[in-house]
């Protein structure tokens, strides 16, 4: 609809003898109830200045029942584009106060178009006063005459003060007949401590007015406090008339629907979601902070008076959803795209229903909704996911098949036909055990692995023979996994031809079964050797020993020489069987500890002066940082052994006049010590030789000259396999070439 702007002069023209000479109230307002004119008579009445005119609203004059009233004859007069008839209406001031008025309205038109509407209306404001106060005495005598059911009293002006001179059975009933005990006395002894009382009294005689009040009142017959609604009503300068009403339980009532209302009202207002009420041609009437929050407005702006399309991306569809709302008296997560107030374009999802008046019309829409921006985005992103997943399942280079949870194939790629030979109406809708494409090897266990499949247990690769349809074997690998499709659960099994691959799995299997062959001949010849090896080089020792024993002073310098280069090797040769035999208990798991308690400070000192001449050979200055006594549970002789490793070979690989550092310390639930060298280093590249069969690290050259080259590299390995035996740990650290390295051991204590 073209928005036609309002024409002051050309309207105050056609109607001059209303604006000017008539005694009515005359006013000009939207389709809206917007004013858009009024006469100065229509101002004064509302207390407003011209300058309020663009400021005044029916909607900030009316209540809600009188709005809805406002609002129908409106939409009458825009219907018929006739003058409507008069209505009653009770509009608020500037003020505060109330006026009533009997208006009629007359459609204003351009074009035949009705743009506006000239308002007439007479203020019977006095008119209803009267009637009311005419209502009021007719009541009073009625029930006090009557036999009416409201008690009601008569005091008598007696010099200033009032003296009860009559009651009804009403009053009567109400005090338990007590009443009549109290003819002749006077207010201000009766109501001495009720100044309130006294004054309304005075007040409704003084200004021969009529006075209403509630009050709380206990009587003296009874301790229970009613509520009392009392009426006292000016008859002549000598008589003053007061009806009192028990109101208790309705005053009750109010207070239960007041605190239903606000709980209502807090309950609106606290909603996480949007709460409107609308007419039905779109104009808000209400509204909580939520509305607000989700269209991004203020808190406390009031959006009423608005065009809901205002909130709408498309304000064209909203006649969809009022024709939808007018069908069914309700919608359903109804999807609005939105826009906020700064124009940002989001999703909605409104849950509305028709508001019917007493009558049983509807008048308005009343509803919720829900930002549903994301979850929106999200459904076009997985709408747009699965337009790209049935792009990819017919041109992927897999073959695919889906299946029910019954095992009936449902669908199949063109390369699973390319794989298979059958074409789609040969497969689905069988269920894929009846079908001989499952070599018999395999269909047993297949079947029991799809059942527990389905049932949520995992199912890992595994390589089957499929037999395509003209009858050729092949090997596939089968992957699977579980997919909804409309809430229904099927199985996606994906093959790929590993015909080729398992060819070359089975000759591998082959050569590493030699492999096992060839290292089980390994362990059994290291452990016979070791073994035979040892008892020769126990004769070897001990006919060194006796030799030096009984005839070293008879024995010239070569011949010393000699048996001392014999003894020498012999040892070194010891050593290395000693490994050897520890490296096969490793390989068979035959290497065992006997833990017992023992001072790991001590074992450290005694291994220091086992090597105190090669340390001081080499110039290398040693350093203990150990407490006097640590207590720890672990085997003497294997300890022994990593020390006595650990020790030489930073002994081995520090230069002259080095230095060499071994802390222990308690660290959390271990005992830590580590051995700290200023020698040779480690590089990256050597540390994942370390701790390995044979790891022996090799070293030559201009600037290695200091190193001792001699081992077997398997201390290393013995020292890991030791300390992990103890459940502890071994590591080594290095910042490279010369920078020395640090061997840290953690035992744990128990």
């Not at 308002?119 to 009311?132: D, H, L, P, Y």
């Not at 590249?685 to 390995?692: A, G, K, V």
């Amino acid at each position: 609809m073209i928005e036609i702007e309002y024409n002051r002069e050309e309207v105050r023209e056609k109607y001059k003898e209303l604006f000017e000479h008539s005694l009515d109230l005359i006013y000009v307002n939207d389709l809206n109830g917007n004013f858009l004119d009024a006469s100065d008579l229509t101002l004064i009445s509302l207390g407003m200045d011209k300058e309020d005119i663009p400021n005044i609203s029916f909607i900030d004059l009316l209540d809600r029942d009188n709005l809805i009233k406002a609002y129908k004859v409106t939409k009458e007069i825009r219907k018929t584009g006739k003058q409507s008839a008069q209505s009653e209406y009770k509009l608020k001031t500037k003020m505060g106060d109330f006026i009533y008025i009997e208006t009629y309205g007359i459609p204003l038109k351009k074009d035949d178009e009705i743009y506006a509407i000239l308002g007439v209306a007479k203020n019977i404001t006095e008119r209803k006063k009267a009637e009311k106060k005419i209502k009021e005495s007719v009541d009073m005598f009625k029930a006090l005459f009557k036999e009416g059911s409201i008690p009601a009293y008569t005091w008598k002006n007696v010099e200033g003060d009032f003296v009860l001179i009559n009651y009804n059975n009403a009053a009567a009933k109400l005090t338990h007949e007590s009443v009549e005990n109290f003819i002749g006395n006077k207010a201000s002894e009766m109501y001495r401590d009720r100044l309130d009382i006294l004054n309304d009294l005075h007040l409704c005689l003084n200004n021969k007015t009529h006075v209403r009040r509630e009050i709380n009142y206990r009587f003296q017959f009874s301790d229970e406090e009613k509520f009392l609604l009392v009426n006292y009503s000016y008859v002549d300068p000598d008589l003053i008339v007061v009806r009192t009403e028990d109101i208790t339980e309705r005053k009750k009532a109010e207070e239960r629907l007041k605190e239903s209302e606000l709980k209502y009202r807090n309950m609106i207002n606290n909603l996480d979601v949007g709460f409107y009420q609308v007419t039905l041609d779109g104009i808000m009437l209400n509204h909580n902070p939520a509305h607000n929050k989700i269209l991004e407005y203020d808190l406390s702006e009031s959006l009423i008076g608005k065009k809901v399309t205002d909130f709408w991306q498309f304000p064209e569809d909203r006649e969809q959803y009022l024709e939808h709302i007018l069908r069914d008296n309700y919608t359903k997560n109804y999807i609005c795209p939105s826009l906020t107030k700064d124009g940002k374009k989001i999703f909605v999802q409104l849950n509305s229903h028709l508001m019917l008046d007493k009558q049983g019309n509807h008048y308005g829409i009343e509803g919720t909704f829900i930002d549903i921006t994301e979850k929106y985005k999200l459904e076009e992103k997985l709408r747009e996911s699965e337009r790209l997943y049935h792009n990819l399942y017919d041109n992927t280079p897999f073959s695919v098949i889906l299946i029910n949870t019954q095992g009936v194939v449902v669908d199949m790629n063109p390369k699973a036909k390319e794989m298979l030979g059958y074409d789609r109406d040969e497969l689905i809708g069988k269920k894929f055990m009846n079908l001989s494409i499952i070599h018999q090897d395999h269909l047993p266990n297949l079947l029991e692995l799809f059942r527990k499949f389905v049932k949520g247990e995992k199912l890992h690769r595994m390589d089957i023979k499929i037999r395509k349809k003209n009858g050729v074997v092949f090997w596939a690998n089968l992957q699977a996994a579980l997919t909804k499709i409309k809430e229904e659960t099927y199985v996606q099994a994906l093959f790929t031809d590993i015909t080729a691959k398992k060819g070359v799995e089975i000759l591998i299997e082959t050569e590493i079964k030699k492999l096992k062959e060839l290292d089980q001949i390994r362990k059994n010849l290291i452990s016979r050797v070791s073994h035979e090896l040892k008892t020769p080089l126990v004769s070897v020792s001990g006919g060194c020993e006796l030799l030096l024993t009984i005839y070293g002073d008879q024995l010239s310098k070569e011949e010393l020489e000699i048996i001392g280069l014999i003894e020498k090797g012999g040892k070194r040769l010891k050593h290395l069987v000693d490994n050897l035999i520890d490296i096969s208990r490793i390989d068979y798991e035959k290497f065992k500890l006997l833990k017992t308690p023992n001072d790991l400070s001590s074992i450290i000192r005694e291994i220091s002066k086992e090597l105190n001449y090669s340390i001081k050979d080499r110039k290398i200055n040693l350093m203990l940082l150990l407490p006097e006594s640590f207590q720890i549970n672990l085997d003497l002789v294997r300890i022994e052994q990593v020390i006595m490793n650990l020790l030489s070979n930073a002994i081995k690989n520090t230069p002259p006049d080095g230095e060499i550092v071994i802390k222990l310390i308690k660290k959390e639930n271990f005992a830590e010590f580590s051995i700290c060298d200023t020698g040779i280093g480690i590089s990256p590249e050597e540390m994942d030789m370390l701790f390995t069969k044979f790891g022996k690290l090799e070293r030559y050259g201009e600037g290695f000259e200091y190193i001792d080259i001699q081992g077997t590299g398997l201390g290393l390995l013995i020292s890991k396999e030791i300390v992990d035996s103890h459940e502890g740990e071994i590591r080594v650290e290095s910042e490279g070439r010369n920078k020395g390295s640090t061997f840290i051991v953690r035992l744990p204590i128990t």
